[in-house]
């Protein structure tokens, strides 16, 4: 194993205990040696050092492997990981939220994979930790990359960068970077760029990845008209990339992913509705009959309706939920 092999790139807010958490675990990686970690945030460069200096002192290891940079443009976390990604070294790039930890041999498992097999993309697998519990997810993906970005698309794998790991010269010799523009799937269709120009992807199930949504504040929990308009900017820029050859599964996505925008929606943007009408996508015959007749009731203008009983149904199935950890 050469010297350096992976870079691990957290884009962060600021200084907070959930970062120091992961932190800590980066740093009782067993292939921390051949390690660097990077950590992205617009807090200025000395202070973050500063902050950060109780970490390294109680995890000595950390010392010659933490890089802290500063994101002076504070665009927005795709700006924070064009900046890691622009400062990383390491013959593989891994991301990590700032929340979220991984088992200690997480780095060695995905690098062992990505060097045995000589692969361009490696997934692994992760448990999405909840109030109530932990669902696993990604365990077993395909190898072949035509189906695994159909399956992307569909929603059968999760396009996030988490549990991942992605050869560095692919990205840098396509010159593939985050939309700094898109803040919605933002990450998806950076996943996706990579699997076109990759010719071998791999997948290590036993590499297992943290997704910490215990105190989730993501941008689905408040959609506006502008995030709305974001989705549909992603899904066009993921049209390019893909093309004609993944038609039906780009419909499937647009049926099946944008309900939740329906029902999370404060204002429900106008264009958005009027794409749901134009596509006629209950017609599709692989979606569930609940979602044919969601989408039948958009078509007929009642999706805001629509969107309101969801709202509720998901509003008990919270409490039922909430009940059930706490009972």
């Not at 064009?82 to 700032?98: P, R, V």
């Not at 990759?198 to 504040?217: G, H, K, T």
């Amino acid at each position: 194993m050469s010297e350096l092999q992976v870079s691990l790139c957290i884009a962060a807010k600021g200084y907070d205990e959930a970062l120091v958490r992961c932190l800590k675990c980066a740093a009782g990686q067993t292939a921390l040696e051949h390690a660097e970690i990077l950590v992205c945030s617009p807090v200025n460069r000395q202070e973050m050092q500063g902050q950060l200096q109780q970490v390294v002192d109680e995890c000595p290891s950390l010392k010659e492997h933490l890089r802290i940079l500063q994101d002076e443009r504070n665009l927005g976390v795709s700006s924070a990981r064009n900046k890691l990604l622009e400062e990383a070294k390491g013959k593989y790039i891994a991301f990590s939220d700032a929340d979220d930890t991984f088992e200690a041999d997480y780095l060695e498992r995905m690098i062992h994979a990505a060097e045995d097999n000589a692969a361009d993309m490696v997934t692994g697998s992760t448990k999405m930790i909840y109030t109530s519990g932990v669902k696993h997810v990604n365990k077993e993906v395909t190898k072949n990359i035509h189906d695994y970005i159909d399956g992307l698309l569909r929603g059968n794998y999760q396009g996030w960068l988490h549990g991942k790991l992605f050869l560095r010269n692919v990205i840098e010799e396509n010159h593939i970077r985050f939309h700094e523009d898109i803040n919605m799937c933002e990450d998806l269709i950076f996943v996706v760029e990579v699997l076109t120009k990759a010719d071998i992807i791999e997948s290590e199930p036993a590499a297992v990845y943290r997704y910490d949504l215990l105190n989730d504040n993501s941008l689905s929990k408040v959609i506006t008209s502008k995030k709305a308009a974001e989705v549909l900017k992603a899904d066009s820029e993921l049209m390019k990339l893909v093309g004609n050859d993944y038609k039906e599964a780009m419909d499937v996505r647009f049926a099946i992913s944008k309900m939740w925008i329906i029902a999370s929606a404060d204002v429900i943007s106008r264009d958005f509705l009027r794409i749901y009408r134009e596509k006629k996508l209950y017609h599709l015959k692989k979606l569930p009959a609940t979602s044919r007749l969601f989408l039948f009731l958009c078509d007929r203008e009642a999706s805001i309706l629509v969107g309101w009983i969801v709202k509720i149904v998901n509003g008990h199935m919270k409490e039922s939920r909430k009940n059930a950890a706490t009972g």
